[in-house]
């Protein structure tokens, strides 16, 4: 019996855009189990990575498609997801077609945002990695007061886990020992104490 062609892969984003755009997915082969296309994963698996204090404003975030592409938008989803998740004992959510791991320290809450066909694992991977890598960064204090004062740090730390949406790092011990060794130059430094102003600035305006 000849063995059946593989599906080629889809272009990375590929699958994403035709789920927002609503497009049809790929027919089925004989005997492919109905829906097995979806659940195959693409390389762009994070939609965004935010970090909120507990009053539901924004201390840091990143997205990674233009699913929000402005910051009121952003703003709007990050309030809604916030008001869903943060009475809550659960650590993941579906809303608005989208999966969201989330885990609350002391009076911070970190969400990580996937397609709503994303393996819920592969997302909290990340959300453990970013919380550990923290947590050694903060020395144990995973809060607001200490995040504010590392905020260049913290950005770091979300670049070697994340790039473009594409997952680079799980181990918070990979990404532990980067930042330790300084493998960071001046000039990413630089780019993200901006990047973490800005985030500031209209965390403080909102």
């Not at 609503?22 to 109905?34: D, F, H, I, K």
């Not at 609350?104 to 997302?123: A, C, K, P, T």
Request: negative net charge; hydrophobic residues 40%; aromatic residues 8%.
């Amino acid at each position: 019996m000849q063995r059946p062609e593989a599906w080629p892969r889809p272009h990375p984003g590929e699958g994403a855009a035709a789920a927002q755009a609503g497009g049809p997915a790929p027919p089925a082969r004989a005997g492919e189990p109905s829906g097995l296309r979806l659940q195959e994963p693409s390389l762009y698996t994070i939609k965004a990575v935010f970090i909120l204090d507990n009053d539901g404003r924004r201390l840091l975030a990143k997205y990674y498609d233009d699913t929000f592409p402005s910051m009121k938008e952003q703003m709007v989803f990050e309030k809604n997801v916030f008001n869903k998740t943060s009475r809550t004992e659960s650590e993941i959510a579906f809303f608005g077609g989208m999966t969201i791991v989330y885990k609350n320290s002391i009076d911070l809450f970190l969400y990580v945002v996937g397609s709503s066909y994303e393996n819920e694992l592969m997302l909290m991977s990340v959300l453990t990695c970013l919380f550990e890598s923290l947590n050694h960064m903060l020395r144990k204090n995973v809060e607001k007061r200490w995040l504010l004062e590392n905020m260049d740090g913290a950005f770091l730390v979300l670049d070697e886990i994340v790039d473009g949406g594409v997952i680079l790092e799980s181990d918070p011990q990979q990404v532990i020992q980067k930042a330790d060794d300084g493998g960071l130059t001046e000039q990413s430094v630089a780019q993200v104490l901006q990047s973490a102003k800005e985030q500031i600035k209209w965390s403080l305006l909102k």
